[in-house]
């Protein structure tokens, strides 16, 4: 066994399956870059059979990406795993993960397969991958609820066909910490040929155990993946938290005994990128990255840890990535420290056209914000990105007058795929009565199922308004994010970037838990 812990993440294949966190090629390769700089060891960039959209953002990333391992996910069959292969071409180092089910609620209901159908498509599936790839992934689906005889007759033969990783998910987070370590640990035990893969497990949080689940799937189970997403990112309840583990491992290296290669200081701007990238915010008590991390109310504990910083922490913020918060830019700074700026955040722009574009948008933002700090800029870019897209619908101006007593009044102008419209419409509020009008002139039928403000930098009135808007319509759910310091304005642009989302009709299929 290795002493390393291998960190895969999968914040752009499973995480990206949560309602309204879908994202575009550009943004999941911006993600991807940040990842790299995380040093994760595999990224799985998304399941390349699902879309054609999924396909290219897999091909870009897999050939951007030289330091760590890209991943596609795969069903198991021909098909799959070909566009699979075909989307890690080029690729420094390229695995191809494949699953099927193996519990009898799946098989039966889902599948409508029988054990020895299930079999040999895993074992077929494993031979087939292994002429494209030697780095292949085997995951049996449901895997903790399958029934343990028959899953390890499914192992030891999928390891005999050459697959290199065994993964053991926790699909719908039923398992609690000491039964699944002890599951795992069981099935190394009772498959011949074990030795000859890595361990590793895939744990969700519907029962708000995850973490716990796969840390004892390392300490009792033996298994060195770990296979999780940036803040926890995912459906239902989400997967487990990749910087609750990592800062688990790494502060209790005594208990685990274990090496991890994240640079832990990229910690918090990874979380940042995603969360302003698909409009889920972090609650502020979120462990690791949550705005209280570190922060200390209590007077007690403010004298402790101003005496001794160890009496009430047991990590250093600036090891994760926190900092107080940097004036990078304001608007005397020039085109040159803009762009050096951007690599230092590792932003990269395709072309100078699109930092030129962007160097337009600071310029706009430092005459009214005094102070640009690093989260600006990232939501700045990321605004930029979606307008880079040509997206169909634009805002261009608003207008809107608020007054006690008087029924809130607005007046949007927007572009609707080279047409602009002007709408006029009452509300209860500003915000309200800006996405009426939008909406008078849209009728797109969607229903608003969310809709959350976020101060992107904290401390000042003068911060921008960083906005998600989520929208239901036909069976698809969308977010919207947008950014402005007025967040009137915000809102407006979140609304549009979700109506957007709602008209590009881009396809997200659901696979493995």
């Not at 499914?154 to 993964?167: C, M």
């Not at 208990?255 to 918090?268: C, E, N």
């Not at 990590?315 to 005397?332: P, Q, S, T, Y």
Request: aromatic share 6%; net charge negative.
């Amino acid at each position: 066994m290795t002493d390393k812990l291998i960190i895969f993440d999968t914040t752009l294949r499973d995480g990206e399956q949560s309602p309204g966190a879908s994202m575009t090629r550009d943004e999941k390769l911006r993600i991807a870059r940040q990842l790299e700089r995380l040093k994760v060891d595999v990224i799985e960039a998304g399941f390349a059979a699902s879309s054609n959209g999924d396909f290219e953002a897999v091909r870009a990333i897999a050939q951007a990406i030289k330091d760590s391992t890209v991943c596609s996910l795969a069903r198991a069959n021909d098909r799959d795993i070909g566009r699979a292969a075909e989307a890690l071409k080029g690729a420094a180092r390229s695995r191809i993960h494949t699953f099927i089910a193996t519990s009898e609620l799946h098989m039966e209901k889902k599948l409508r397969m029988t054990r020895e159908q299930v079999l040999e498509q895993a074992k077929l599936s494993v031979r087939f991958a292994r002429q494209h790839c030697d780095d292949i992934e085997f995951s049996p689906e449901d895997g903790y609820r399958s029934d343990p005889d028959f899953l390890c007759r499914v192992l030891e033969a999928v390891i005999a066909e050459g697959a290199t990783t065994i993964n053991i998910p926790d699909t719908v987070g039923y398992a609690v910490p000491e039964l699944y370590g002890e599951f795992i640990r069981t099935l190394r035990e009772r498959i011949p040929n074990s030795g000859r893969a890595i361990w590793s497990v895939h744990c969700h949080n519907d029962l708000g155990m995850a973490v716990a689940n796969s840390l004892a799937g390392v300490k009792i189970g033996g298994a060195r993946q770990v296979e999780c997403t940036i803040n926890g990112l995912g459906e239902r309840a989400g997967n487990c938290s990749l910087e609750e583990i990592v800062m688990a491992v790494r502060t209790r290296r005594d208990y685990f005994g274990l090496d991890i290669g994240i640079d832990t200081t990229q910690i918090v701007p990874a979380s940042r990128m995603v969360s302003q990238t698909t409009g889920f915010v972090v609650q502020p008590n979120k462990a690791v990255v949550g705005a209280n991390a570190f922060a200390h109310a209590s007077g007690i504990h403010q004298d402790g840890v101003l005496k001794a910083r160890d009496t009430y922490e047991i990590m250093r913020a600036e090891d994760v990535g926190w900092a107080a918060n940097k004036i990078v830019l304001g608007k005397l700074s020039g085109r040159n420290a803009f762009k050096q700026r951007l690599q230092d955040l590792g932003i990269e722009m395709e072309s100078e056209a699109e930092v030129n574009a962007a160097f337009m948008r600071f310029k706009d933002l430092a005459d009214r914000k005094a102070e640009i700090f690093d989260e600006d800029i990232i939501a700045l870019v990321s605004d930029e990105s979606v307008t880079a897209e040509q997206e169909h619908y634009r805002l261009l101006s608003l207008a809107q007058r608020s007054e006690t007593g008087e029924r809130p009044h607005a007046r949007v102008a927007f572009a609707a795929g080279g047409v602009e419209l002007h709408a006029d419409s009452d509300g209860n509020g500003p915000v309200d009565a800006s996405l009426k009008a939008i909406e008078s002139k849209v009728n797109s039928g969607a229903e608003m199922v969310l809709y959350s403000v976020n101060a992107i930098t904290s401390g000042s009135t003068e911060s921008q308004g960083e906005v998600t808007v989520r929208l239901q319509h036909g069976g698809r759910v969308v977010n919207g994010v947008g950014a402005d310091p007025d967040i009137v304005v915000a809102s407006a642009k979140a609304y549009l970037s979700a109506l957007n989302k709602l008209h590009s009709k881009a396809e997200r299929v659901a696979a493995q838990g």
